[in-house]
């Protein structure tokens, strides 16, 4: 059995964590098996369930007392591990002194992983992204779009954020049960699902639900997350009088049944990889509204429209209540074809750490 150490910031309920944990849960773990390695001393959303699953999760702290203490951190894990294969998952290029500690620490197999398209400290990133490619043996990415902005023109792979079609397959009476859950019965729900911050804009949402109350007084906004702008959001929603018609649901675990009680799914992000919920909101059969600063790689079937952020809330909200007209039907076929059934995708993830040989620094791997 191959034993894989995932390095992430901390496995909670977020779009990358969430894509390995479907993979996790769909691999063979008889034949590989996951480690995790979160950059935080915080118990994660996901800890226990991976420890269920025969996982360890190891914490390091490093990276809050300076990047010499985290480098030694990681090494140790590394190392008292056995570790040969390390799997980064980040947004930008600032992920290479992680990857350069895991090979102090004896990895012979180093995979960086992006999973966006933009990020902070841009310039950092640009200028480590060469030497990151040359440190890295396996180059993916959730999209083209984020391939390209963690490893510019050179060759790497593309690796679907796959799901459980299966999971969210359109279900009327789940759905009534779940509106009566939420008591929305009769209301337009338009939903979100995302980290509360400034990427995801849910600040703009609440702008496009003021107009949106004018045309369907009847609209509710869920709000499913949690996040650093969770209080501003908040004491937005209250300056605007929109406290009966927005509803904050929290970390959930009950995703699944969420999307189902929905009409339209609306996702107004400043940029993304290939958000995880999108995929699921397609799953389940919603019409979705979504940023034009979004890949369009993630429109798996007809009912994704995309929308200038430069509108105006008037014209998201127009095309929110339009697209909710639509109703809603079985996509899992195209979902599979798309690429995108979880199974599909841990296989070929199980064959590519299966690939390796046995010592991958004396022969380096490069991207297909």
């Known amino acids: ?132 490619y040359r440190v890295a043996d396996w180059h993916l990415a959730c999209s083209e779009a984020a391939g390209q902005w963690m490893f510019g023109n050179r060759p790497f792979d593309v690796v679907a954020n796959g799901i459980d079609p299966l999971l969210f397959q359109y279900n009327p009476e789940l759905r009534r049960l779940k509106r009566q859950e939420l008591a929305v019965d009769d209301s337009l729900v338009v939903g979100h699902i995302g980290r509360m911050n400034e990427v995801k804009n849910q600040s703009w949402l609440l702008r496009v639900l003021q107009e949106l109350l004018e045309r369907r007084p009847d609209a509710v906004l869920l709000l499913i997350g949690g996040g650093e702008d969770e209080t501003k959001l908040r004491e937005q929603t209250a300056a605007l009088g929109l406290q009966n018609a927005v509803r904050f649901l929290g970390v ?10 929905m009409d339209v799914f609306a996702l107004p992000s400043l940029y993304e990889g290939l958000p995880v919920t999108l995929v699921e909101a397609q799953a389940a059969g919603l019409p979705c509204v979504v940023s034009d600063r979004v890949t369009r790689e993630v429109a798996l079937v007809p009912e994704v429209s995309f929308l200038s952020l430069d509108e105006s809330p008037r014209s998201w909200a127009s095309l929110l209540i339009s697209e909710a007209a639509r109703g809603r039907r079985d996509t899992r076929e195209e979902i599979r074809a798309a690429g995108f059934d979880i199974h599909d995708v841990a296989d070929r993830l199980v064959a590519v750490y299966e690939s390796l040989p046995p010592a991958a620094s004396s022969s380096r791997r490069t991207s297909r």
Request: charged share 25%; net charge positive.
């Open 252 to 261: 959930r675990a009950d995703i699944a049944g969420l999307l189902q009680a």
């Open 1 to 132: 059995m191959i034993r894989v150490l995932h390095i992430v910031p901390i496995m909670n309920r977020a779009g990358q964590e969430t894509f390995i944990m479907n993979v996790y849960r769909s691999l063979d773990r008889s034949r590989v098996q996951f480690d995790f390695l979160a950059l935080s001393d915080e118990e994660g959303d996901y800890d226990e369930e991976i420890r269920s699953l025969g996982g360890r999760v190891f914490h390091a702290r490093g990276k809050h007392l300076g990047i010499r203490e985290s480098r030694r951190q990681i090494a140790a894990v590394v190392e008292q591990g056995g570790f040969r294969i390390v799997h980064r998952h980040y947004q930008n290029a600032t992920m290479l002194h992680e990857l350069l500690a895991a090979r102090a620490g004896g990895a012979d197999c180093l995979i960086a992983h992006s999973h966006n398209t933009a990020s902070e400290r841009t310039w950092l990133h640009r200028l480590l992204r060469p030497l990151l």
